[in-house]
């Protein structure tokens, strides 16, 4: 899915798709892209083996450094103080659930945009 997502970001950008009056579904396009590398993020630790542990360990470290909110954020996404089985259900409801359902979402202002912006683009 990411590479495929990257495959039609890049198609777009060289048909120069990004410019008026497509910006706004570039910008959904942003979005898009991130709940993707969101959702390879939060599938990499469903496994539960000593990849994904050592992923997520690094990962909440990193977002729990995070000015001000550090801790707060880490609690959040860790579902508890360390790494346990609340962190697995918290990213697999992440993962399965609330993820796609946002991906759902954006997707359907993304292709009503593609609709009202006159269809897509061609090669410049
Ligand atoms: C889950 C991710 C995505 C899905 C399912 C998706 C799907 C689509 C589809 C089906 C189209 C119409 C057909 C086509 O142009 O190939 C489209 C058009 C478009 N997409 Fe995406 N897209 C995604 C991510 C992105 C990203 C990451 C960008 C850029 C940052 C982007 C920007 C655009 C733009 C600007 C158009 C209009 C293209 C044109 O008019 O030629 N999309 N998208």
């Known amino acids: 899915m990411v590479l495929s997502v990257f495959l039609h970001m890049s198609r777009v950008f060289y048909h120069g798709a990004y410019k008026p009056p497509r910006e706004f579904n570039w910008v959904v396009g942003v979005m898009l892209l991130q709940f993707t590398l969101l959702l390879s993020f939060t599938g990499y630790l469903l496994p539960w083996d000593q990849l994904a542990l050592w992923a997520v360990t690094v990962g909440t470290n990193m977002m729990g450094?995070?000015?001000?909110?550090?801790?707060?954020?880490?609690?959040?996404?860790?579902?508890?103080?360390?790494?346990?089985?609340?962190?697995?259900l918290r990213w697999y409801v992440l993962h399965v659930l609330m993820l796609p359902f946002v991906v759902v979402i954006f997707m359907a202002i993304h292709f009503w945009r593609v609709r009202k912006d006159g269809g897509i683009s061609g090669p410049l």
């Not at 860790?78 to 697995?88: A, S």
């Open 65 to 88: 450094y995070t000015p001000v909110f550090g801790n707060q954020v880490r609690f959040v996404l860790l579902g508890t103080k360390e790494i346990g089985t609340e962190t697995l």
